[in-house]
């Protein structure tokens, strides 16, 4: 392994007869050397090797309803809100005449609710919110439980559970 260029030499490649298809592939193998862990390659490594998984039982939620009362709606996002009440609206639109809970979209479960009083950083807290939310199995990729998603996250999200791709992003093509 002295000299490394030697591989990359399309004359080294073997008999004239094939000089030809040698050439092609010693040029191919050029190419897979020479691109520096290639996109792919990349992106592979990231969500794979060295990352840290979490094997989860996935409930799914239902799809959303045609049709329900406002009731029955609210009824699916009073849990979520004992958390998020002051930073989303409770459709996500804010569109009246739909009426749909967090769940609905979103996936989760509602029942679960903060008890009065929990500080934010407190154990309570944090376990409130993995019971109430679908996790992922990915967690330190996706630098969970920020909402702020890595940049690159289309191999990551093709590892990760149909569910957890609906609660992340209830607009995600892969399940509308
Ligand atoms: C009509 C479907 C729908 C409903 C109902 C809904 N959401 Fe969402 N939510 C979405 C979609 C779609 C996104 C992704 C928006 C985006 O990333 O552009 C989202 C994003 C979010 C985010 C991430 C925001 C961010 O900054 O990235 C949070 C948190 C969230 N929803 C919480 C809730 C809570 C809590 C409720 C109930 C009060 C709720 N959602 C109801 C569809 C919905
Ligand atoms: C015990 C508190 C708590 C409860 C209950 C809770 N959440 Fe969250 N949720 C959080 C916190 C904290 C974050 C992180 C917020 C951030 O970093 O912006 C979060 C983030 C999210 C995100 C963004 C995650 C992402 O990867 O983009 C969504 C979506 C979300 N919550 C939906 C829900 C839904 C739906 C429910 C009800 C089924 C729910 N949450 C219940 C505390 C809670």
Not at 128 to 144: G, I, N, T
Request: with cysteine; net charge neutral.
């Amino acid at each position: 392994m002295r000299n490394p260029g030697l591989f990359c030499n399309p004359t080294a490649a073997g008999s004239r007869r094939r000089l030809a298809m040698g050439v092609a592939l010693a040029l191919l193998a050029c190419l897979q050397v020479a691109l520096p862990g290639g996109l792919l390659a990349g992106e592979e490594a990231l969500a794979s090797e060295g990352s840290h998984v979490v094997e989860r039982n996935y409930v799914t939620a239902p799809p959303a309803p045609r049709a329900q009362s406002p009731q029955e709606a609210m009824a699916k996002s009073e849990g979520c809100m004992t958390c998020h009440a002051k930073t989303e609206s409770t459709s996500m639109h804010g569109s009246e005449g739909v009426n749909l809970g967090c769940t609905d979209c979103h996936g989760g479960d509602h029942g679960v609710r903060l008890p009065e009083g929990t500080a934010k950083d407190s154990p309570a807290y944090v376990a409130a919110r993995d019971r109430a939310h679908v996790l992922p199995r990915y967690p330190d990729d996706w630098k969970y439980p920020s909402s702020r998603n890595p940049e690159v996250s289309y191999t990551l999200l093709n590892r990760e559970s149909p569910e957890f791709v609906r609660f992340n992003n209830p607009s995600d093509y892969r399940i509308v």
